[in-house]
Every structure is written in structure tokens, then in C-alpha cells.
T-cell receptor, first 111, second 111 residues
Framework: DAKTTQPPSMDCAEGRAANLPCNHSTISGNEYVYWYRQIHSQGPQYIIH???NNETNEMASLIITEDRKSSTLILPHATLRDTAVYYC????????????FGKGTKLTVNP | DAGVIQSPRHEVTEMGQEVTLRCKPI?????LFWYRQTMMRGLELLIYFNNNVPIDDSGMPEDRFSAKMPNASFSTLKIQPSEPRDSAVYFCASRDINTIYFGEGSWLTVV
């Protein structure tokens, strides 16, 4: 798996957009960028994934740079319940390799 | 679908006792993962299975830990004998082609 790097922590005001960056400069052509989050004491929750096009779902948007070396997860209107650790991971689809988590970014949404 | 189901949700046991954690993956998923999470070490992959076959158990800490997947709908993680340093949250996850889904975890305390 490609190694990803994320800032250890970020703060965001409630109602504002939260933009979480991730660097994955060694990502290979068939690896997708996945984002998960873990709210305290719960299991990690899938958010979104993409290969090279920007993606949007009901939870978030994912912006991937053209060279695919970095991406940004956007929570358009952060709420207090979005306070969590966010993990960015590179992974192939349909493969049998393991999903390895780094330390992620601790996002704190402040009132 | 009920998602990945783990049991027990919480267990407190005495040092030296055998502990068995159970997991029911999402129907149709062909990969299953066991993770351990502690404050010090974060989320660690212990072992994963593909089509019920163990693929990589390099994360299993020592011989006291063992995991089985006798069929596509059930897996166990056993610790025998348990030690206080095994206290952690143990997550099971299963994967389809696109996404990995996690259970809510089993909170283990060994006293």
C-alpha cells in the first residue's frame, strides 16, 4: 500500500467547511484513495473513495489532484458530531491486501 | 443487512483465562480482518482472511493469539492465556470489492 501522510490534528468551527488534506505521493495507478473516520469508541466508518475524479456523496466530497499525489476530504458544513479521527488510505479494489491505518487527523469541531 | 456483528461487546476477565471473540461478517463479503486498538499503538491489523483462508497473520502478537474462519459467515479470535496487556478494543471488518466495513468492536479488559 502507498504510504499516506496527514496532519495530526485540525480544528474547525461548527457550520464551516472542514478541509482535511492527505499526501500520497507514492500512490500507484490502480490504488484508490479511501477515507474513513472513527468517532470515539466506535468502529471506523467508511466515508468516501475515489481514483482520480472528484467524488461527492451525502457525507463528504473528495478532491484528488490531477497528479494523484494528494487529496482533500471536504465536510461542507461541519457539525459537532463530525469530531473524530479521519484516516486517509490508499488501497486497490478487489484485491486481497490488507488495509493498514496510519495515525490519521484528529478533527475537532468547535461550537 | 445488519452489518458486521461482533460479540461480546464488552468482556472483563481475569489474567490467565481464555477469551474468545466472535465475528459475523456481512453476507457475501469474501475478506475478513481482525484489528486491535489501544491508545498507545492505534489500530493494528492482527490477521486477515480471504475466502476463509488466512492470508497474513504477521500482526498476531504471539502464540497466545489464534484466529479461525471455519466458514464464510463466522470467525473467532482467541487469546489463551490472556494477560492484562491484551486489554484493548478488538475490531472485526469485512470487505466486498469496493469497501471495508467495521463492526462496533469488542472491549476487552483483562485484570
Amino acid at each position: 500500500d502507498a504510504k499516506t501522510t496527514q496532519p495530526p490534528s485540525m480544528d474547525c468551527a461548527e457550520g464551516r467547511a472542514a478541509n482535511l488534506p492527505c499526501n500520497h505521493s507514492t500512490i500507484s495507478g490502480n490504488e484508490y484513495v479511501y477515507w474513513y473516520r472513527q468517532i470515539h469508541s466506535q468502529g471506523p466508518q467508511y466515508i468516501i473513495h475515489g481514483l482520480k475524479n472528484n467524488e461527492t456523496n451525502e457525507m463528504a466530497s473528495l478532491i484528488i489532484t490531477e497528479d494523484r499525489k494528494s487529496s482533500t476530504l471536504i465536510l461542507p458544513h461541519a457539525t459537532l458530531r463530525d469530531t473524530a479521527v479521519y484516516y486517509c488510505i490508499a488501497l486497490t479494489q478487489g484485491g486481497s491486501e490488507k488495509l493498514v491505518f496510519g495515525k490519521g487527523t484528529k478533527l475537532t469541531v468547535n461550537p | 443487512d445488519a452489518g458486521v456483528i461482533q460479540s461480546p461487546r464488552h468482556e472483563v476477565t481475569e489474567m490467565g483465562q481464555e477469551v474468545t471473540l466472535r465475528c459475523k461478517p456481512i453476507s457475501g463479503h469474501n475478506s475478513l480482518f481482525w484489528y486491535r486498538q489501544t491508545m498507545m499503538r492505534g489500530l493494528e491489523l492482527l490477521i486477515y482472511f480471504n475466502n476463509n483462508v488466512p492470508i497474513d497473520d504477521s500482526g498476531m502478537p504471539e502464540d497466545r493469539f489464534s484466529a479461525k474462519m471455519p466458514n464464510a459467515s463466522f470467525s473467532t479470535l482467541k487469546i489463551q492465556p490472556s494477560e492484562p496487556r491484551d486489554s484493548a478494543v478488538y475490531f472485526c471488518a469485512s470487505r466486498d470489492i469496493n469497501t471495508i466495513y467495521f463492526g462496533e468492536g469488542s472491549w476487552l479488559t483483562v485484570v
